[in-house]
């Protein structure tokens, strides 16, 4: 159950675009359409923008869309506001039933 | 609404006990599968366990299997986790997050504010 591998950190300007990867294994990310991202600002709990893959939540700004191609999942977002900086993290069931997480990454909108 | 509040953390000695609460409301409890997930300070999320809509099945992270032991009451609309042989390293904010519906491949969707347990001598 190792974790899944995200950039520790991302940074860009207002309005600029950003992709933030998350890589598994065919045991997770690969295997299952039931990835999932997490937007966390300090302090508060997480809360969720995409479930499987790319089915966003009815909050989810249309500027966020998120994508899968093998083994690694992607959350781009675009139009880059001041609100967006806080830590992504993307999640994947795993073949043995379990859940596993990336290790965040933290968006800086500089 | 959709409310989960989360009880029973507090400082506790390495290899001693504890079990948190998670209280929901706003929604059919019995219908979901529920999710307990941890934040040490300063660190990402980690995922520790999961437990169907019935309680029948559950399974859990590496790290805490053989330690920590998820369950529910449906009737009483509350999700635990008995965390037993605590470790320094399982101090965390621990939330628990209802999954979208009642399996366990459902990630979850709304969580609760989390309750810290700390671990010290």
């Known amino acids: 159950q190792s974790a899944l591998t995200q950039p520790a950190s991302v940074s860009a300007s207002p309005g600029q675009s950003i992709t933030i990867s998350c890589t598994g294994t065919s045991g997770d990310i690969g295997g299952f359409n039931y990835v999932s991202w997490y937007q966390q600002h300090p302090g508060k709990a997480p809360t969720l923008l995409f479930y499987?893959?790319?089915t966003r939540q009815p909050e989810t700004p249309h500027r966020f869309s998120a994508a899968k191609s093998g083994n690694t999942a992607s959350l781009i977002i675009s139009g880059l506001q001041t609100d967006d900086e806080a830590d992504y993290y993307c999640?994947?069931?795993?073949?043995?039933?379990?859940?596993?997480f990336g290790g965040g990454t933290k968006l800086t909108v500089l | 609404q959709v409310q989960l509040v989360e009880s029973g953390g507090g400082v506790v000695q390495p290899g001693k006990s504890l079990r948190l609460s998670c209280e929901a409301s706003?929604?059919?409890?019995?219908?979901?599968?529920m999710h307990w997930v941890r934040q040490a300070p300063g660190k990402g999320l980690q995922w520790v366990a999961v437990v169907s809509h019935d309680g029948d099945n559950e399974y859990y992270a590496d790290s805490v299997k053989g330690r920590f032991t998820i369950s529910r009451d449906n009737s009483k609309n509350t999700l635990y986790l008995q965390l037993d042989s605590l470790r320094g390293e399982d101090t965390a904010v621990y939330f628990c997050a209802r999954a979208r519906h009642l399996g366990v491949y459902y990630s979850g969707d709304y969580w609760g504010q989390g309750t810290l347990v700390t671990v010290s001598a």
């Open positions: 706003g929604f059919i409890f019995s219908t979901y599968a």
């Open positions: 999640a994947s069931f795993t073949y043995v039933n379990t859940w596993v």
């Open positions: 499987d893959v790319n």
